[in-house]
């Protein structure tokens, strides 16, 4: 948004010069078409800008489908649902402690295993039209539990693994279920 306005602002102030060349000094006809080119050039940028920004944020519109995830939830021991985290008009998550000098999205400063999870353990990152998590080569790992299998699986440090409705995230114990 403030690229955007930065852009027009320029566009804007291009524009002002080439009024201020045409009417005071004629004769510097170069200026004249110096500055009605950056006045087009950021009319333009600011117009891709925005329409580039429309196209994301679409790509995220529900319509209506009951299988696309829209929270990650944190779960107890027993499943219960502790807190949680709206996934929906959000590309990118990252999951880890905030410990003051960071910002995480997913902060589990507070969880039973907070020593076990690193300040920026795992990255959930939209694409495609769907989600994925990534293990930012952590020193505790990232397991996957997909919905209906009994079985953990291990991700390989920066492979990322697709993540469905039910899938269960294991960051040091702490489990995380995309729902």
Request: glycine share 6%; charged share 25%.
């Amino acid at each position: 948004m403030r690229r955007r306005l930065f852009d027009w602002i320029i566009a804007l102030v291009s524009l002002a010069i080439c009024v201020l060349v045409a009417v005071y000094w004629r004769e510097q006809i170069w200026l004249l078409f110096v500055a009605g080119g950056l006045a087009v050039l950021f009319f333009v940028l600011g117009c891709l800008d925005q329409r580039r920004r429309v196209v994301t944020m679409s790509s995220q519109v529900d319509h209506g489908t009951t299988d696309r995830p829209r929270q990650l939830v944190l779960l107890n021991e027993d499943d219960r649902h502790l807190t949680s985290w709206d996934l929906f008009g959000r590309t990118a998550l990252v999951i880890g402690r905030d410990v003051g000098e960071n910002e995480v999205d997913v902060n589990l400063a507070d969880v039973t295993y907070a020593s076990f999870i690193d300040i920026e353990h795992a990255v959930l990152n939209y694409a495609e039209g769907h989600w994925y998590i990534e293990d930012l080569s952590s020193e505790n790992g990232v397991k996957v539990q997909k919905q209906g299998d009994e079985k953990q699986y291990k991700l390989a440090a920066e492979k990322p693994c697709r993540l469905d409705l039910g899938d269960v995230i294991y960051i040091a114990q702490t489990k995380l279920q995309i729902r």
